[in-house]
């Protein structure tokens, strides 16, 4: 069984700060890379940051200098610092978890909401 929880959405004014937490587990094998992707009205879902096991990191171009991962991998749980905050950055933020075949397990979700 695959758990994958976000939490720490919210709305924020631009120039803001916000942190993501998603929490994954497995009963069955051991999770590798974790990560966001997030999706605006009327545009496709888009990788935001990943970090594998090994704490090697990803972002988009969009993101980079204003958004941090991190991971504790004794707790399975990875943060997503984001600061400088832009309108752009609105979406549905979503937390998956990849075996180690590649397949993806998702979360919920979590809206992020930057004001002007």
């Known amino acids: 069984q695959v758990q994958v929880v976000e939490s720490g959405g919210g709305l924020v004014q631009a120039g803001g700060s916000l942190r993501l937490s998603c929490a994954a587990s497995?009963?069955?094998?051991?999770?590798?890379?974790i990560g966001w992707y997030r999706q605006a009205p009327g545009k496709q879902r888009e990788l935001v940051a990943s970090?594998?096991?090994?704490?090697?990191?990803n972002y988009a171009d969009s993101v980079k200098g204003r958004f941090t991962i991190s991971r504790d991998n004794a707790k399975n749980t990875v943060y997503l610092q984001m600061n400088s905050l832009k309108p752009e950055d609105t979406a549905v933020y979503y937390c998956?978890?990849?075996?180690?075949?590649?397949?993806?397990?998702w979360g919920q979700g979590t809206q992020v909401t930057v004001s002007s």
């Open positions: 497995a009963s069955t094998f051991s999770i590798n890379a």
């Open positions: 970090i594998s096991s090994g704490s090697i990191t």
């Open positions: 998956y978890a990849e075996a180690p075949w590649g397949g993806k397990y």
